[in-house]
T-cell receptor, first 112, second 111 residues
Framework: DGGITQSPKYLFRKEGQNVTLSCEQN?????MYWYRQDPGQGLRLIYY???????QKGDIAEGYSVSREKKESFPLTVTSAQKNPTAFYLC???????????FGDGTRLSIL | KNEVEQSPQNLTAQEGEFITINCSYS?????LHWLQQHPGGGIVSLFM?????KKHGRLIATINIQEKHSSLRITASHPRDSAVYIC?????????????WGAGTKLIIKP
């Protein structure tokens, strides 16, 4: 079945380390997104990509980086510059901008 | 003031009750999304609508563009409906990729 796979489900990072969250989709969707969710709060857009080899900053891009070298993959790197990285990270994809977004199951990142 | 506001923030009801969750927005939008977030964190898209009403099983979503208001209704509610329900909308001007998200309504259905 088609879908979005995020890995790992839980991730721990030491302070000062970069860490990469994986997001893979086999839905043949052009657009992909990364969101951050903090407890009791709504989703906030980190980065999005409309098409391969292209991506744009969302509302809270500072301290994060992405790449989109393949249509299926949109990894997110949480850099040491992100001072408060503990959160729930969700990846999504859509056919285009005016279509529903399909979500992965998320990755919970914690600082050791 | 948030551009997309949901009410209530929290809702607890007994199994079988009729549920209404509201979403009001202050910006011009082209469509509105309703999504469901399960307790484990996974999110499922329920509806995307730009006018009128859509129905799927016991869920009904309506939108009134003139009043800038949408409702999600659940008939014959069941404990498995317990989740956070989120509305989101792409701005009428600006990138449709950047949805404006409501904070969510946490629904608990007691058996």
């Amino acid at each position: 079945d088609g879908g979005i796979t995020q890995s790992p489900k839980y991730l721990f990072r030491k302070e000062g380390q970069n860490v990469t969250l994986s997001c893979e989709q086999n839905l043949n969707h052009d657009a992909m997104y990364w969101y951050r969710q903090d407890p009791g709060q709504g989703l906030r857009l980190i980065y999005y990509s409309q098409i391969v080899n292209d991506f744009q900053k969302g509302d809270i891009a500072e301290g994060y980086s992405v790449s989109r070298e393949k249509k299926e993959s949109f990894p997110l790197t949480v850099t040491s510059a992100q001072k408060n990285p503990t959160a729930f990270y969700l990846c999504a994809s859509s056919i285009g901008s005016e279509q529903p977004q399909h979500f992965g199951d998320g990755t919970r990142l914690s600082i050791l | 003031k948030n551009e997309v506001e949901q009410s209530p923030q929290n809702l607890t009801a007994q199994e079988g009750e009729f549920i209404t969750i509201n979403c009001s927005y202050s910006v011009g939008i082209s469509a509105l999304h309703w999504l469901q977030q399960h307790p484990g964190g996974g999110i499922v898209s329920l509806f995307m609508l730009s006018s009128g009403k859509k129905k799927h099983g016991r869920l009904i979503a309506t939108i009134n563009i003139q009043e800038k208001h949408s409702s999600l209704r659940i008939t014959a509610s069941h404990p498995r409906d317990s989740a956070v329900y989120i509305c989101a909308a792409p701005p009428h001007r600006g990138s449709n990729y950047q949805l404006i998200w409501g904070a969510g309504t946490k629904l608990i259905i007691k058996p």
